[in-house]
């Protein structure tokens, strides 16, 4: 399951909708991701994928603090 957080929203989409492969890149994911959501490649440049230990792959952006 890729969990993803994107303009606000959350979504859960399966690896296979995505065509998200295993050991694929994160620039790969991040294509992948900017043509799910039918958006510019660029808007996934600062975005974070954690790879839990679970298997799930969490796209987000990056968190920012001060």
Known sequence: MVHIRFE?????VAESQLDILVGM???????RLANHFD????????????????GDLIVRPEAVYG
């Open 39 to 54: 958006v510019k490649g660029s808007r996934f440049e600062s975005y974070v994928l954690d790879r839990p230990a679970s």
């Open 8 to 12: 606000g929203r959350s979504y859960d």
């Open 25 to 31: 890149s994160d620039k790969d994911i991040k294509e």
